[in-house]
C-alpha cells in the first residue's frame, strides 16, 4: 500500500514529517517497507533559460544553446526539435545522474562543440513518458531554483506492507484513521475531505438504472448510478500527479477516478459505457464455460460457482475482480454506469485462485471492504465524475443488501493487563477505542464498527488497546508456571545427542538431515533393511534405512558432483530394525562421511592430503568424548562390517560387546555403489550404546591443578608383530593408576637389531606426584611395575 505524504495529509490534520510518521506506523504495528523521494534524485537539476540557440556547425539536427541556469551562460548542445531562444526549461549540469538510465552528465565534445550539460525531457526525468522534446516551463519559472522544489516534487511516498486481517488499511483514510488514534493528529471529516453533504443523497431527476442481485451469496448488494453528457478526458493534474507518485499509470479521468476512490478510500468501484450495455445489469452465477475478454486482454473461462456481472448480451464482469473489455470506457463515452457493489470475500477469493487473475480490487474485496460504505463511496465517486467529467447525474438503483449485522463484544478492561501485558487506565481505553471507530457502553459492550472484519473478540480489543498504546511498551515478563506443569527438562538420552550434535558442528562437520527411507539397493550395500513399505511414494524411498551412512554417501557425492574439493558430513537420527517384540526397534545413531581433501596442496608436500582412517578415529573419539565416555579405556577391535575395509576399519568397544563406534575406510565396493570415487572414510557412534548417567545430587569438586611437577619415563619393548600397541598401551596405564596418568605410544620401529615376527614399541609414561617428589625406589618400583604389565602380553623389554 503506497501513499505520498500529501495525499496522506489531505485525511489527517498533523505537522508530522514522513519520518515520524513511518515511526508510528511501526510502533502501531503496520510495518513501513520504504520511503521514496523522487525529489532527491533531481536535486542537481535547475530551471534554465536559452538566451540563444543557433545551428551546429557540423550536424544539421543538434543546435548550441547558451543557457543561464543562475550563474555564467552555459554552452550546450541539444538536439530537441523544440528548443529555442527566450524558452524555460530543465539543465541538467555536469556531475548530475539522468533518472532514466543513470548517465552521469560530464563536460564533453559533442561533433567537434564543447557541451555542459543538457537540456532533459520528460522522459529522461522519469516524470512521464514523453521524450519528443525537451521540457517547456511557464514564463513565472524562476531561473536558477531547483527544479524539484518549484514543481512541487519533494512529496516522499511511504510503502507499508498491510497484514491480511487489516483489510481497513487497504485505503488511505484507513492509514489515516489509525494514525489518529495513535495520537499522530486529527482525522479530517470525510465530507470536508471530497467537499460534499454526505447526509444528503446525490440524485438527480434522470430514471434509475435497471440493476439487480440474482446471487445472494456471491453479491449480496449492488449499487449503481449513471451519470449522463459526460467528457472522458485527462484526469486533473493533482489526481494524475498522485497516482502517478504510487506507480499507477493514469488511463482516463472515469478509470482515474475509480482507481483513486479505491486506493484513497479502499472502495473497490466499477464504471460502464451505458450505451454498449443491453437491458439490465445483473449480478449472477456464471453458466459453466462462459467466456469473458477481460480488461487485460485475456479470455477467461468461468464456471457455476463464479459471481459475474452481466446484461442480456453478454458477461461484463467478473464480480469484484476485473471488467470486461467490451463495456469499458473510451475516449467517446458520454453516457456511463458507475457500480458500488458489496462482494462476498470467500468468494471473491475462490474465484481468484480459480483464474489465477489479481487485481488491485480482488486483493480488497477478498480481504472484505465496509458493507456500510456503498452509498458514501458511490455519492463520492458521482461527485468526482461531475465536477470533472460534467453531466447530470440519474436516480441511484439499490439491489439487495450489505451485511451489515452490528457487533457487540463484552469486554473486562483489566484483560489488557492480563492477556497483552499492560496496565491501560479504563478512560485512555475507552478513548483508544472510540478514536478507532468502536462505540463503548457504560457496561464496557463494545460495537465493531463496520471497516473491521477483523475484530471477533476481546482479545482483538486488547490487540488494538495495545497497539495504540505502543508495542515498544509491552515489558517482557516471564509466564508464571501453572500448577501441575513439570519443569522442563530434555531427558539424558535428548542432552547426549544435543552434546554430540554441538561437538561435531564444533570439529567443522556439517550437519546434513536425510530421509529415513532408502531405495533398496542402497539398502542392500548395508545389509538390508528390516522394514520395506508395501506402497511407496517411489522406489528411492522404499526401504527403512538400516544405517545413515547411505544418505550421507548421497549428499557426499551430490557435493563433489558440483566441485567440492571437500566433503565434511555429519548426521543423527535414527536407523530401524525389528525389536525382540517384532515391532520396530529405532536406534539413536551419529554418522560421518569424510571425503576429498584431508587439506590443499602446499609448499611442503607439494599435493594435496587425503582422508584416512585415523581421520575417522580421530572424529569417533572427540564426539564419544563429547558424549561423557573414558575413551583411554576403549578397546579397539575389528569387525566393523562388511562395508568397510578390511585392514583399515575398527570398532571401539566398552568390553568386548559394547560396540560404541564403527569408523574406518569404507570398502571399495561401497564407495563404487554411492558413485564415489577415491578414499572414502566414515564413522558410526552408536549413540543408544552409551549408557546414560545418572542424575547426581552433588557437584563435582573444583579442578586444582597438582603442585608437583610431573616425570616421564620412556620404555621400548619387543613385542609379536600381531600385538595391537592399544593393548600394550592399556595394560601399562593399569598397572598403577595411583601414580601412572598417561601413556603415549611415540615409536613403532621394525628393522635391524629387531627379530623377525616382532615389532618395537617405545611407549612415554607420565607419572604425576601426590604430596612428595619421587625418590630413585619409588621411580624403581613404578618401573618394575610396567615391566610386569608388559609381561603378562610377551612384551620384553628391549636392550
Known amino acids: 500500500m503506497k501513499f505520498s505524504l500529501s495525499w496522506f495529509k489531505e485525511h489527517l490534520d498533523t505537522n508530522a514529517d514522513i519520518h515520524a510518521i513511518a515511526d508510528c506506523l511501526n510502533r502501531i504495528g503496520l510495518e513501513v517497507e520504504g520511503i521514496e523521494n523522487s525529489a532527491e534524485a533531481l536535486s542537481a537539476f535547475r530551471i534554465a533559460k536559452v538566451l540563444s540557440a543557433a545551428p551546429h556547425p557540423q550536424a544539421d539536427k543538434l543546435q548550441v544553446l547558451s543557457v543561464d541556469a543562475g550563474g555564467e551562460p552555459l554552452q550546450v548542445v541539444c538536439g530537441a526539435p523544440n528548443a529555442r531562444a527566450g524558452m524555460l526549461g530543465v539543465f541538467g549540469p555536469a556531475g548530475a545522474v539522468v533518472p532514466a538510465n543513470g548517465m552521469v552528465l560530464k563536460v564533453a565534445a559533442i561533433r567537434g562543440v564543447e557541451s555542459n550539460g543538457m537540456m532533459c525531457s520528460i522522459a529522461e526525468l522519469e516524470l512521464g513518458d514523453d521524450h519528443d522534446g525537451i521540457i517547456e516551463l511557464s514564463e513565472d519559472a524562476p531561473v536558477g531554483q531547483v527544479y524539484a522544489d518549484w514543481a512541487g516534487l519533494d512529496d516522499p511516498v511511504i510503502d507499508v506492507s498491510i497484514t ?95 482507481n483513486f476512490v479505491s486506493i ?60 470486461g473489455e467490451h463495456s469499458g470506457v473510451s475516449e467517446g463515452t458520454t453516457d456511463v454506469l458507475i457500480e458500488c457493489a458489496f462482494f462476498d470475500p470467500e468468494h471473491i477469493a475462490r474465484t481468484g485462485q480459480k483464474l489465477a487473475l489479481t487485481s488491485d480490487a480482488r486483493q480488497r474485496f477478498e480481504r472484505g471492504v465496509d458493507p456500510a460504505f456503498l452509498d458514501d463511496g458511490l455519492a463520492i465517486a458521482t461527485k468526482l465524475v461531475l465536477d470533472h467529467a460534467g453531466g447530470t447525474a440519474g436516480a441511484i438503483a439499490r439491489s439487495g443488501q450489505a451485511p451489515v449485522a452490528l457487533r457487540n463484544i463484552s469486554y473486562d478492561t483489566d484483560y489488557c493487563r492480563r492477556l497483552g501485558g499492560i496496565d491501560v487506565p479504563q478512560d485512555e481505553q475507552r478513548n483508544i477505542l472510540e478514536r478507532l471507530g468502536f462505540s463503548v457502553t457504560s457496561d464496557w459492550s463494545v460495537g465493531v464498527p463496520s471497516w473491521r472484519r ?271 600397541a592399544n593393548d600394550l598401551v592399556r595394560s601399562i596405564k593399569g598397572c598403577d593408576k595411583d601414580n601412572i596418568v598417561a601413556v603415549r605410544l611415540f615409536d613403532r620401529f621394525v628393522g635391524q637389531g629387531v627379530p623377525e615376527g616382532q615389532v618395537s614399541l617405545a611407549v612415554e609414561v607420565t607419572l604425576q606426584p601426590s604430596d612428595k617428589s619421587y625418590s630413585d625406589d619409588d621411580l624403581k618400583a613404578i618401573s618394575d611395575k610396567v615391566l610386569a604389565a608388559a609381561t603378562k602380553l610377551g612384551a620384553v623389554l628391549r636392550g
Open 454 to 724: 477483523d475484530v471477533c473478540g476481546p482479545a482483538d480489543i486488547v490487540e488494538e488497546v495495545v497497539r495504540m498504546v505502543g508495542l515498544d511498551n509491552v515489558v517482557s515478563v516471564p509466564l508464571p508456571r501453572a500448577d501441575g506443569v513439570a519443569i522442563p527438562t530434555a531427558t539424558p538420552a535428548q542432552s547426549l545427542e544435543r552434546k554430540v550434535r554441538r561437538a561435531a558442528a564444533a570439529r567443522g562437520l556439517n550437519e546434513a538431515i536425510n530421509w529415513s527411507f532408502l531405495p533398496q539397493k542402497a539398502a542392500d550395500a548395508f545389509g538390508g533393511g528390516d522394514w520395506s513399505l508395501a506402497n511407496p511414494i517411489s522406489e528411492d524411498m522404499k526401504v527403512m534405512r538400516p544405517s545413515l551412512l547411505p544418505g550421507l554417501l548421497s549428499a557426499a557425492q551430490r557435493n563433489m558432483d558440483r566441485g567440492a574439493s571437500c566433503v565434511r558430513l555429519f548426521e543423527i537420527g535414527r536407523r530401524y530394525f525389528v525389536g525382540t517384540d517384532g515391532m520396530s526397534d529405532e536406534r539413536v545413531t551419529a554418522g560421518i562421511v569424510l571425503a576429498g581433501e584431508r587439506s590443499a596442496r602446499n609448499w611442503a608436500s607439494g599435493k594435496e592430503a587425503r582422508f584416512d582412517a585415523f581421520d575417522a578415529k580421530a572424529e569417533a573419539i572427540a564426539l564419544l568424548k563429547a558424549a561423557g565416555v573414558a575413551t583411554d579405556g576403549l578397546l579397539v577391535m575389528d569387525d566393523a562390517g562388511a562395508h568397510y575395509h578390511p585392514g583399515q576399519s575398527a570398532t571401539l568397544r566398552m568390553g568386548p560387546k559394547n560396540i560404541l563406534a564403527a569408523f574406518g575406510t569404507l570398502h571399495p565396493a561401497t564407495a563404487k555403489a554411492s558413485d564415489l570415487d577415491g578414499n572414502i572414510v566414515a564413522a558410526e557412534i552408536f549413540l543408544d550404546a552409551i549408557p546414560l548417567k545418572k542424575a547426581a545430587g552433588f557437584m563435582r569438586p573444583a579442578f586444582t591443578p597438582p603442585a608437583l611437577q610431573a616425570v616421564t619415563r620412556d620404555f621400548a619393548f619387543l613385542v609379536a608383530v600381531d600385538t595391537p
Open 264 to 323: 484513497d478510500l479502499g472502495r473497490p468501484l466499477h464504471v460502464y459505457d451505458r450505451d454498449k450495455l443491453t437491458g439490465a445489469l445483473v449480478a449472477r452465477k456464471a453458466v459453466d464455460g462462459e467466456q469473458m475478454v477481460a480488461l487485460n486482454g485475456k479470455t477467461y473461462t468461468l464456471d457455476a460457482s463464479m459471481t459475474v456481472i452481466a446484461d442480456d448480451a453478454m458477461v461484463h464482469d467478473i464480480g469484484g475482480i476485473m471488467g
Open 164 to 258: 491480511p486481517n487489516r483489510q481497513d488499511c487497504m485505503g488511505v483514510r484507513g492509514i489515516a484513521r489509525d494514525l489518529a488514534a495513535a495520537g499522530l493528529g486529527t482525522l479530517r471529516p470525510l465530507g470536508e475531505v471530497y467537499n460534499i453533504d454526505l447526509s444528503v443523497p446525490l440524485e438527480g431527476s434522470d430514471a434509475a438504472p435497471i440493476v439487480r442481485t440474482d446471487d445472494a451469496a456471491g453479491c449480496p448488494a449492488f449499487y449503481a448510478q449513471s451519470v449522463s453528457g459526460v467528457h472522458n478526458g485527462d484526469s486533473p493534474e493533482w489526481m494524475r500527479s498522485k497516482l502517478k507518485a504510487i506507480g499507477q499509470k493514469p488511463i482516463s479521468l472515469l478509470v482515474d477516478i475509480t
